[in-house]
């Protein structure tokens, strides 16, 4: 027994990603179309090349042939995937394992969401037949918990926090101001984000992800095809995922400073990966900044920086675009938005440009030259309740 | 033989009290002075009899109830029986039965005599929820709220009193009607009605003081409970009963409860009574119905676990408009959020115990489980258990029939978590270490199904 990973048995050679927007015209389809079209552009082949298919889509629709139809594939095997807002990076990380275990040469992962159709804002659930009990507070409510939490626990003034939070957000927009694909292109100083009421306790609508539709594709090889594709493959060096069994929300020792799900997961990637120093041996990491106060704790729950000591790190720059560990240099979540299905082969994808030195110049990370090897952290679900991923790739291969 | 009587009565006044003189200045008239009660946006009749029945059911040695009875005007179901609801969240056994009397405001006395007459323990649920449209006066007179009775033999309980008389008359005439589904009563010219109601009172008054061998000078409590408010004057100075009258500061305070009225009356002349007093409960509905207790020693040692002349003299104001849009009578805009779904009846049948009663679970190591865990083999009733807010949330993004949504994780005495909703709050009292007691609620109607489950409020 043990999770021994597939550390440098498979490879990313090309990946796809649409703007993230309100595509009110735009369907489900046209978005799965424009994301594939670029992964089989980048990789050099055609969707009869690929051997199997994995759709991750939390609330697009049902089964494979939701990929099937509008790419008109013949005879392929096709899996829709969920796991909440993790779906993205599931659906890569079942291709991996596919091509790893042999039974494929060639496998896509591809993750979508089409969520402006709703007529709402924000995203919402789609309703489980249930006994009525369930909470039904939003995301933002549940993770506005943390910020108070962890303002008690660590003895930081609630106006000083909110500033850290402010900040974070303003890093984010900072970041996707340099990004074409972002849903949000303009920065937002910390001043003008502090300026926003509250919507759901100290949280205001500038600390929450933005809502978009969008799609995002990679394509995956055995580690060793790797270069029949591209000269400069991602080698995957650790995929790692931790379903939560809902105990934060029972236990009473719970305190909504951490999230020991991704705590677990992201053990498990590093050592995988073989990473002993996260924060001196990644290059950069994209995570799961779902809301302010989730980025401030996955600091921690990451490894970036001690307990206690993430507020400060984040005032002092630490994960700014040019600072010692950028985090989210393509604006995240909240810059980027968030559709459901597509943000983790979204992080996935930055972490494709800013590795093989493709990011627009005014965002390219100078550090990549020394070290070259990126995080991704996606997380679905609730403080108390959720599941984590965390991958790790990198430029080069211990095997090859 | 033993004789037959009460067990243990309460009533329940909802936390909010509406100021009778704010409403002229909207109305354009009505009103009044003092304040009435108002039931919570997320409870119906059905929330606040279960609230009543607890507190009824509290802080006695009583016997299980064999028989539950729920009356109400202003039921949350019809075809559906409303009393099974409340049956589930006392965790009654499956074996003892529980039966709706709904409808007339007299049925709460068809009932009581149903439980007097009967044999075994049986519960009296009655509950009320009174608006009427803006101005009028029975928005100013009427008031929300519910009251409980148990009654049972003294061969098994303790009674605080029993029954020694009984009177009633009966007689067709049109006075006060309501077609179903309307929020407003429609009444005959109130001079009519007092021509019928105070002779029936006084025609079964004496048939109770003659069944019991009393003359009314014996009388020491007198409780009149009628929708119809000059009828009940009327008769009151009729029979000479002085300020043996019981309830004054129910009608300035809380309003007429209506259904709920006559046992919500009666408990208060048992509150203040002393051993040995003859109480008389008049009610004056399509007819009238008398019924004389003699309190017991049992009355001295009796503490109420939550005395109406409290719950009279507390609860926190709400203004007139926000009144108006719980009621329904003034439609605002709803949130602009997707509605919730309706509840599955299967899914909730299966988590009953869960849904209605708050029993969670706890396993081999004594960790409490809310909901209940599968493998864990013990089941813990929380209903009654208090709790520590441990951190909590205002939420206003989430559907709610009245947003905020105010969210608390509690930490419960005696072991157990869970992330719930705070009812009758107002925001800036809550605070992280608040203590908080658990309430039985509606959390929302969806298809017609209320959604019926446990909210958290400050103690």
Known sequence: MGSHGIKDRVAIVGMGCTRFAEHWDKGLDDLLVEATAEAFTTTGVTKDDVDAYWLGTAQGGMSGMLLAKPLQLEGKPVTRVENMCATGSEALRQAAYAVASGAYDLAMAVGVEKVKDSGYQGLNAFPVPSDGTQRTLTAAAMFSMVAPAYAERYGVPMDELKAVLARIASKNHHNGARNPRAQFQREMSVEQILAMPDVAGCLSVFDCAGVADGAAAAIVCRAEDAHRYTDSPLYVKALSLVAGNGSGLTDPAYDYTTFPEIVRCAEDAYAQAGITDPRVELAMAEVHDCFTPTELVLMEDLGFCDRGTAWKEIQAGAFDLTGDLPVNPDGGLKSFGHPVGASGLRMMFEAWLQLRNEAPADRQIATTADRNLALTHNLGGYPGEMVSFVSIVGTSSSLA | ?459
Request: aromatic share 6%; net charge negative; hydrophobic share 45%.
């Open chain 2, 1 to 459: 033989m033993g004789s037959r009587g009460i067990v243990a009565a309460a009533v329940y006044v909802p936390h909010r009290r509406l100021d009778r003189t704010t409403i002229a200045e909207v109305a354009g008239g009505g009103g009044g002075t003092g304040t009435r009660a108002v039931a919570g946006y997320d409870e119906d009749t059905t929330t606040m009899g279960v609230e009543a029945a607890r507190a009824a059911l509290r802080g006695r040695d009583v016997p299980v109830p064999r028989t539950l009875w729920f009356s109400t005007a202003n039921p949350a179901y019809v075809d559906k029986t409303n009393a099974t609801a409340i049956h589930a969240a006392l965790r009654l056994e499956r074996g003892s039965s529980a039966f709706d009397v709904n409808g007339s405001v007299r049925s709460v006395m068809g009932a009581l005599c149903a439980a007097l007459q009967g044999s075994g323990s049986h519960l009296v649920v009655s509950a009320d929820l009174r608006a009427g449209l803006a101005g009028g006066s029975d928005e100013a007179t009427f008031g929300d709220g519910a009251a409980a009775l148990l009654v049972g033999d003294s061969d098994d309980a303790s009674l605080l009193a029993e029954v020694i008389g009984e009177g009633t008359a009966t007689e067709e005439f049109l006075d006060r009607w309501r077609t179903p589904g309307d929020v407003r009563s429609k009444v005959w010219e109130e001079r009519f009605g007092e021509t019928r109601y105070v002779p029936l009172g006084e025609a079964a008054w004496d048939d109770a003081l003659k069944s019991a061998g009393l003359v009314a000078d014996q009388v020491d409590r007198i409780a009149i409970a009628g929708t119809h408010g000059r009828a009940v004057g009327a008769l009151a100075k009729k029979l000479g009963v002085g300020d043996r009258l019981v309830g004054a500061d129910v009608a300035a305070g809380v309003g007429n409860l209506g259904a709920a009225q006559p046992v919500a009356l009666l408990t208060a002349a048992l509150e203040v009574a002393e051993p040995g007093q003859v109480v008389a409960l008049v009610v004056l509905a399509d007819g009238a119905d008398v019924v004389l207790f003699r309190t017991t020693d049992a009355i001295s040692s009796w503490t109420p676990s939550r005395p109406l002349a409290d719950q009279a003299a507390g609860g926190a104001p709400i203004d007139y408009g926000t009144y108006l849009r719980w009621r329904g009578i003034l439609p605002v805009e709803p949130p602009r959020r997707p509605e919730p779904a309706r509840p599955s009846a299967s899914a909730a049948g299966r988590s009953a115990d869960w849904k209605f009663g708050f029993v969670g679970s706890s396993a081999a190591d004594g960790a409490v489980h809310l909901p209940p865990q599968p493998g864990d083999t013990r089941a813990v009733p929380m209903a009654d258990a208090k709790g520590t807010i441990a951190t909590f949330t205002v939420d206003r993004l989430a559907y709610s029939p009245s947003p905020p949504v105010v969210f608390a994780i509690v930490d419960f005495d005696g072991g157990g978590r869970l992330p719930v909703e705070l009812t009758d709050v107002d925001v800036d009292r809550v605070r992280i270490g608040a203590r908080v007691e658990l309430t039985f609620r509606k959390l929302f109607t969806a298809d017609g199904i209320h959604n019926y489950f446990w909210k958290a409020r400050l103690i």
